[in-house]
């Protein structure tokens, strides 16, 4: 594991400390990477959303479709029951 040095002003290294103690964090490096992880995930669910948006349209997603849905997963929850 690297080690980051970061300078914060007083008012949000307070903040951090009080994210530390309120939220059960272990270390104020615990937090950090929290944020730098979700930061992540925003970032590749835009480029979901993006590459959805640019894609062709697929069929409708109406009343069969969910039906549909229904049926696959009552099917799999039945075979995980089973076995």
């Known amino acids: 594991m690297s080690t980051m ?3 914060l002003p007083d008012s949000l290294k307070a903040f951090v400390d009080s994210q530390v103690s309120e939220r059960g964090y272990g270390t104020s490096s615990e937090y950090v990477r929290e ?3 979700k930061d992540q995930d925003r970032q590749r669910l835009g480029g979901l959303l993006l590459a959805g948006a640019a894609s062709a349209p ?3 997603a109406d ?3 969910f039906e549909k849905l229904r049926d696959r997963v009552r099917k799999a929850a039945k075979r995980v029951s089973r076995g």
């Open 35 to 37: 944020l730098i992880r």
């Open 63 to 65: 009343a069969a479709y």
């Open 5 to 7: 040095n970061i300078s």
């Open 58 to 60: 697929a069929s409708p």
